[in-house]
């Protein structure tokens, strides 16, 4: 993929994630990580039921909180970082103007 494919790719995720809003797109983040978390540990379990396994799977709360707070932080990232990189001015022009 070029450069600057990728980069109209960034640009118009940029552009869904502004729409949807700061508050929302954390929280679509962080919970399709705890989504993905009950799903493996869903999982598990079926193939201990079914005898695939030996372990039985576990769902704790603990986890599925960490997970989504591991989606909030991971979204805030992503969120501040094309913040930055589709402002205007381009950071470029900013630190040449200093």
Do not use: Y
């Amino acid at each position: 993929m070029a450069r600057s494919e990728k980069e109209q790719k960034q640009r118009e995720r940029c552009e869904k994630m502004k729409k949807r809003g700061h508050l929302q797109e954390l929280a679509l983040n962080g919970s399709i990580l705890a989504g993905s978390c009950v799903f493996v540990d869903l999982a598990h379990i079926l193939c201990f039921k079914i005898g695939w396994i030996n372990t039985p799977g576990k769902i704790s709360w603990e986890d599925i909180f960490i997970w989504a707070a591991a989606g909030v932080v991971g979204s805030e990232l992503d969120w501040s970082d094309l913040k930055r990189k589709f402002r205007t001015p381009p950071p470029e022009e900013d630190w040449m103007a200093k």
